[in-house]
């Protein structure tokens, strides 16, 4: 069982950045393919990002290509996504995933998520 604390939310305006972290209990979090997703007021949740074991391959949605980056420390059993160029649409509740692979992540067949943690972009 894999448990996943996110932090690093909050309140901020739009152009600037956050950066949330997502913590993993588990020792074998190296041999899981990790991502982000976000779910908006009155919405479906929706992929952000994802990032390989090894994270040496990445993925992202097109709302967010060129402004967010995901990464992980594997030593740490972190994975991270920096945020830039906020706007008021970035905001939602942002989920951390585990899954088997990016595909699977990307396809939302995650394993394991994270209770959230609230980003707010104001205008």
């Known amino acids: 069982q894999v448990q996943l604390v996110e932090s690093g939310g909050g309140l901020v305006q739009a152009g600037g950045s956050l950066r949330l972290s997502c913590a993993a209990s588990?020792?074998?979090?190296?041999?899981?393919?990790m991502g982000w997703f976000r779910q908006a007021p009155g919405k479906e949740r929706e992929f952000v990002a994802a990032i390989r074991w090894s994270g040496g391959s990445t993925t992202y949605a097109d709302s967010v290509k060129g402004r967010f980056t995901i990464s992980r420390d594997n030593a740490k059993n972190t994975v991270y996504l920096q945020m830039t160029s906020l706007k008021p649409e970035d905001t939602a509740v942002y989920y951390c995933?585990?899954?088997?692979?990016?595909?699977?992540?990307?396809?939302?067949?995650?394993?394991?998520w994270g209770q959230g943690t609230q980003v707010t972009v104001s205008s």
């Open positions: 588990e020792r074998t979090f190296s041999s899981y393919a």
């Open positions: 995933a585990a899954g088997q692979t990016t595909r699977t992540v990307v396809d939302g067949k995650v394993g394991y």
